[in-house]
RNA sequence: GUACCUGUAGCUCAAUUGGAUAGAGCAUCAGACUACGAAUCUGAGGGUUGCAGGUUCGAUUCCUGCCAGGUACGCCA
C-alpha cells in the first residue's frame, strides 16, 4: 500500500484492492483481448470470503472465460502465467473454478497499518473532492413534538452527510421543515378556540400538538369548522397579519424544542430552509409548467401528467387554489441547482414518499434539470403492536428515548466504574447511551422496518455502541500504563510488526476502513461501516485477549502498542462518521 | 385492483450486489480474571434462506407464479 517517492516521502497511499485491480487489467486485457465482459468488471478485487482463500479475491474470470467458452481454470492460469506479482503479494494461484485468490505479505500489512496512522484521513481517497451534494434530511413538521419515528432520517441523514464530508464533498444539508402545510389552518382554529397559555408556556409543543389534535377531530366531525380552518389557512396564505404572527410564533416555538434536541444528538445543518422559504415562487412555477404544457386542467386542479414515465399524475395546484408539496419540492430543487450548483441532491425520508418523488423528480427532469436526484428511503419505525400515530396517542417522544438511554447508561457506568468522579459517569453516561440509541438504527439496513423495543434500542452489550466504545476505552487504558511504566518509550517512533495471527487478522481488517466508507457512502448505507467497526473491534478484542503488551519485550511492545493506537484511530475515526462519540475512559 | 418493499437460526439482524462450507448478536449449554479494563474472550448446539418452478459452471441475490406482512395510489406531507 505505501507509494514512497525516492525521497521516503508518501506521495500516495491505495487501498491493497484498488492496487491489486490496477495488477490485474492489464493481464486481463492481455489474456481476453476480445472479452465481451467488460474489463473494469472483470478486473475487480474484492475481500476474501473466508481466510482460506487469502486475503483479496477476484471472481470475474470465470464470468469472461464462460462467455468466450473458454475453460475459466486455464484463463485463470494464464493470467497469473508471468508471475511477476505486486510487491505486496505472497503469493497469488487459481482456486475452485476459477477464482484468483492473493495472499499478502506481513510486511505489506504491517507497512498499510503504519501509512493509516500517518495519514489525515486513515488511508481513505478524497474520491468526493471537488463535487458539491445537497443533502436533505430530518425535515420535521412545525407544531409536533420529534417522536422516535423522526429519528431515522435525522440520525441516517446526518451519518450521510458526514460520511461526505469526510471523503472530502462540499456538503450542504438542509433541513426542510414542513412550515408551510395545511396543518396550519388547523392549528390556528385549535390556537383561537382552545389554547392554554399556562400550558404553551410550561410544554409549547405539547400545547400545540394538542390543539391540533383537537381542532382536527372537530374538523372531521363538523363540516363547518373544517370551512373555517380552510379560509384561516387562505387568509395566512394571502398574508394576514394576525395569523402570519401566529405562524411565526408556532415556528419559534417548534424551532425551540427541535434545536435542543438537534444539539444532543450532534446534528447541525447548513440550511434551515422550511417549505415557506419559496411559497413566493408556486404560482409562478405553476405558470410556467402550464405554458410549457406541462401541466394542464383537470378536475379543477393543475395536474402534470406522466404517462411516458408510466406514473400517475402530479398535482401541483389543488382546485380551490392553493399549492401543496409537489409544487414546493419542484421549486426546492430549481433553487437549489441554481444557488448551489450541486452534482447531486439526496433526499432523506421514509418508505412512503417513494412514488412522490419519483412524480416530482420526473417534472424536474421535463424542466431541463439533469442534476442527479436521489432519493434515501428507510423503512418506518413500529412498535410492537403495530403502527403509532398522534392520534392514537401511542407515540414514543424523542426526548423521552434519549433521557431513557441516558439513565440507562448511567447506572451501567456506576455500577461498572464506581471510581469514576460523579460528573465524568454522567457525562460517560450521555455518550455511551447516545451512541447506543444511534448504533441501533445505524447498524441495520435502512431498508427494512424497524420494529421499536426499548431493550434494542438501548441495548449496551454485543453488537452496540458500548462494545466498540468500550474497545477505544481498554486501547487507551493499556497505553496511558505503557507511558507510566515506560516513560522513555515511543511506540508512535516504532515500526509495526506483524507476526502471530490474531496481529494479522487485526492488520487486514484495518487495511479495509476506506473500502468500508466508499461504500457505505456509495449505497447509502452506514450499516456497512457499522457492520465493519464492529468487526475490526471483535478482531481487536481477539487480539488484547491473545497477546501481551506490557510484559512482552522491548520491540514486540512497542509494534503492539502501536498497532493498538491505529486500531484506536480507525475506530474513533468511524465511530465520528457515524456520529457516536468515543470518551476516553467509559 | 395496480405499484414498491420485506420474508434468512427460537428472537434481532448480516451476507462485499451472481461466487467457494449462508455469518454475527441476544437467548441456551460448557469453559477462561493472582496479567495490560470480564461492558471481554474461547468453544458447542441451532438453517429445506416463505413455497414452487426457471435462467447457469454457481442463486439468499436475477426472472415467473403463488403465500404472508408492510406501504403508497389527485387535491395531507
Not at 53 to 59: A, E, K, R, S
Not at 422 to 431: D, G, I, L
Not at 475 to 481: G, H, L, Q
Not at 528 to 555: C, H, I, K, M, R
Amino acid at each position: 500500500m505505501p507509494c514512497r517517492s525516492g525521497l521516503g516521502i508518501i506521495v500516495f497511499m491505495r487501498p491493497f484492492e484498488q492496487i491489486l485491480t490496477d495488477w490485474l487489467k492489464p493481464r486481463l486485457a492481455a489474456a481476453f483481448p476480445d472479452s465481451p465482459v467488460p474489463l473494469a468488471k472483470m478486473a475487480v478485487v474484492v475481500a476474501a470470503a473466508n481466510p482460506e482463500f487469502g486475503d483479496y479475491q477476484c471472481n470475474g474470470i470465470m464470468g469472461a472465460a464462460k462467455a468466450m467458452r473458454r475453460n475459466p481454470r486455464e484463463a485463470a492460469e494464464t493470467v497469473l502465467a508471468g508471475a511477476d506479482l505486486p510487491d505486496c503479494v505472497e503469493k497469488a494461484e487459481v482456486a475452485g473454478a476459477g477464482f484468483i485468490n492473493f495472499f499478502l505479505k506481513n510486511d505489506a500489512l504491517a507497512a498499510a497499518a503504519g501509512e493509516i496512522a500517518r495519514d489525515p484521513h486513515c488511508g481513505v481517497p478524497q474520491i468526493g473532492a471537488g463535487k458539491t451534494v445537497v443533502l436533505d434530511y430530518s425535515s420535521p413538521n412545525v407544531a409536533k413534538p420529534m417522536h422516535i419515528g423522526h429519528i431515522r432520517s435525522t440520525v441516517i441523514g446526518n451519518a450521510l452527510d458526514r460520511l461526505h464530508r469526510f471523503l472530502g464533498y462540499r456538503v450542504l444539508s438542509d433541513n426542510h421543515l414542513g412550515d408551510w402545510g395545511t396543518q396550519f389552518g388547523i392549528i390556528i382554529m385549535g390556537f383561537r378556540n382552545f389554547v392554554d397559555e399556562a400550558a404553551l408556556r410550561e410544554t409549547p409543543v405539547e400545547e400545540l400538538e394538542r390543539i391540533y389534535v383537537k381542532s382536527y377531530e372537530q374538523s372531521k366531525a363538523d363540516p363547518e369548522w373544517l370551512a373555517a380552518c380552510r379560509r384561516e389557512l387562505v387568509k395566512l396564505q394571502g398574508g394576514d397579519p394576525d395569523n402570519l404572527a401566529l405562524w411565526k410564533r408556532f415556528i419559534a416555538l417548534s424551532m425551540d424544542e427541535f434545536d435542543k434536541i438537534y444539539k444532543r444528538l450532534g446534528v447541525r445543518f447548513d440550511l434551515v430552509r422550511g417549505e415557506s422559504h419559496y411559497r413566493d415562487q408556486l404560482a409562478g412555477l405553476v405558470a410556467r409548467l402550464a405554458e410549457l404544457g406541462l401541466a394542464r386542467e383537470s378536475e379543477g386542479a393543475q395536474v402534470v401528467f406522466l404517462e411516458e414515465e408510466k406514473l400517475l399524475p402530479c398535482l401541483i395546484r389543488k382546485s380551490d387554489g392553493g399549492y401543496n408539496y409537489a409544487t414546493t419540492d419542484i421549486a426546492t430543487v430549481l433553487n437549489r441547482v441554481e444557488e448551489f450548483k450541486p452534482d447531486r441532491i439526496v433526499y432523506v425520508t421514509d418508505e412512503r414518499q417513494q412514488l412522490h418523488f419519483k412524480q416530482f423528480f420526473a417534472v424536474v427532469r421535463r424542466l431541463g434539470v439533469t442534476t442527479e436526484l436521489v432519493h434515501v428511503w428507510f423503512g418506518l419505525m413500529r412498535l410492537p403492536e403495530g403502527t403509532f400515530s398522534t392520534r392514537q396517542g401511542n407515540v414514543i417522544k424523542l426526548e423521552r428515548l434519549l433521557d431513557e438511554a441516558e439513565q440507562r447508561a448511567l447506572a451501567l457506568v456506576q455500577s461498572s466504574s464506581p471510581e469514576m468522579p460523579a460528573e465524568t459517569q454522567k457525562e460517560v453516561a450521555r455518550a455511551v447511551g447516545l451512541g447506543a440509541v444511534r448504533y441501533a438504527d445505524l447498524s441495520q439496513n435502512p431498508q427494512t422496518l424497524i420494529t421499536f423495543t426499548w431493550d434494542k434500542a438501548l441495548a449496551l452489550n454485543g453488537n452496540s455502541a458500548p462494545y466498540l466504545q468500550y474497545a477505544c476505552a481498554r486501547i487507551a487504558s493499556v497505553r496511558d500504563k505503557y507511558r507510566d511504566r515506560f516513560p522513555a518509550g515511543d511506540y508512535e517512533a516504532a515500526p509495526i510488526r506483524v507476526e502471530e495471527a490474531a496481529g494479522r487478522a487485526l492488520a487486514l481488517r484495518l487495511a479495509r476502513f476506506s473500502e468500508a466508507v466508499i461504500r457505505a457512502t456509495e449505497t447509502y448505507r452506514p450499516n456497512v461501516l457499522a457492520d465493519y467497526l464492529y468487526d475490526l473491534s471483535q478482531a481487536y478484542s481477539s487480539y488484547y485477549q491473545n497477546v501481551p503488551f506490557l510484559t512482552a519485550p522491548e520491540g514486540v511492545r512497542e509494534s503492539r502498542l502501536h498497532l493498538s493506537a491505529v486500531t484506536e484511530r480507525v475506530l474513533r475515526q468511524g465511530l465520528g462518521l457515524l456520529g457516536i462519540e468515543t470518551p476516553e475512559r467509559i
